[in-house]
């Protein structure tokens, strides 16, 4: 006769399955906190990035200008380069739009008398479909011109959290570290200086590349005699700011352009452009920026950009190799205690007193 299995019974307190569902209802709030104030978030930790990226510039301007003056000086400096930019871009594309809206006319004009595309038309019903379209284009236009807003309004107060980390950053450091240990504070203004210096580097490198990048395709356009060659030049510098992919992208524009308005050639001349350039660029000019900045492996960047452009998109990827190096010389830091192959030092102990 086998023995009735026993029963084993739990006795939680009611202190404990209350600790528990309060526990869950924070991480629940959290969570949806984190969710309303994404958004914002991302403005914070783009901001912090510039002005960490800034922080040299601020400094040298030190040597002439107090600290307000200088980070006016700076900031002045990158509201230029953006306006700058802008410029250089819009100003381009919306010549170009004023020219296609001219040359409408016309074009429409000779579609009505192409007999192919009459043919087309009667099989497929072309015109209709144009007309749909139109009808819904001012929609989307009304919806193109709140994704602007949006991004207008996200830039400018990036800019704005930007100034006022450059203002009151070395102030708030100091703040925090006075409730640290002055070793460990000690510690963490070395830590940081090194990850201020690797992060400015590699952005100033990264620029100068991209640089690099835009007069090459802008003067080889330019030779071509392609139109807008400022236009997909600034394209191109920009694309070239995102590690990887971005300069592929930038090189395809300028190549279909290309063979768009100067035919087969230019377009084929534009691709051995791109592809020597990209050669140069990868074997060359990167290694040095990486190899004297952030100190990270091939597949390190890699990663680093596949989940930067995976939890942040575009921004994510241009942010993604400064934040894994920061992230590499903390490891560092943590474990083995050298930074940038420097050791740190140990304190001598003077030696005891000998036997008598």
């Known amino acids: 006769m086998q023995p009735a299995p026993s029963r084993v019974s739990i006795d939680l307190p009611a202190r404990t399955i209350l600790r ?7 991480a629940v709030a959290a969570v949806d906190l984190l969710a309303a104030v994404g958004r914002i978030l991302i403005w914070l930790a783009t901001a912090l ?3 960490v990226a800034l922080q040299p510039a601020v400094r040298m301007a030190e040597r002439r200008l107090s600290h307000t003056l200088a980070v006016f000086a700076v900031f002045a400096g990158l509201l ?3 306006v700058a930019f802008l410029a250089l871009l819009i100003i381009p594309i919306a010549s170009q739009v004023d020219h296609l809206r001219a040359a409408a006319p016309t074009y429409i004009n000779d579609l009505r008398h ?26 989307k236009a009304f919806g193109a011109l709140s994704k602007l807003v949006s991004g207008l309004v996200a830039t400018i107060t990036v800019l704005f959290l930007t100034l006022f980390l450059l203002l009151e950053l070395p102030a708030l450091v100091e703040s925090v570290l006075r409730f640290v240990p002055p070793d460990r504070a000690d510690q963490i203004r070395r830590v940081g200086g090194d990850i201020n210096k690797n992060v400015a580097g590699y952005v100033l490198g990264n620029l100068v590349i991209s640089v690099i990048a835009g007069i090459v395709i802008g003067v080889s356009l330019e030779i071509l005699g392609v139109p807008y060659a400022l236009a997909l030049a600034v394209l191109m510098g920009v694309f070239d700011l995102v590690p990887l992919v971005g300069a ?4 395809l524009a300028a190549i279909g352009v290309a063979f768009a308005t100067q035919g087969v050639t230019a377009g084929i001349v534009m691709i051995v452009v791109n592809v020597v350039y990209q050669q140069i660029e990868n074997h060359i000019l990167q290694p040095i920026v990486y190899r004297r900045t952030v100190q990270l492996s091939a597949f390190l960047i890699l990663v680093a950009v596949l989940i930067g452009g995976e939890l942040l998109g575009v921004l994510g990827a241009l942010i993604a190799i400064p934040v894994a190096g920061s992230l590499q010389l903390l490891v560092r830091e943590l474990t083995t205690g050298r930074i940038d192959g420097g050791v740190r030092p140990v304190p001598q102990t003077s030696p005891g007193p000998g036997p008598e």
Do not use: M, Q, S, W
């Open 20 to 26: 528990v569902i309060v526990l869950v209802l924070l």
């Open 248 to 251: 592929t992208v930038g090189a």
């Open 80 to 82: 230029l380069l953006v």
């Open 49 to 51: 990035f510039l002005a």
């Open 114 to 139: 192409n007999e192919t595309i009459n043919n087309l038309n009667t099989r497929y019903h072309l015109v209709a479909k144009a007309e749909d379209a139109a009808k819904a284009y001012p929609n």
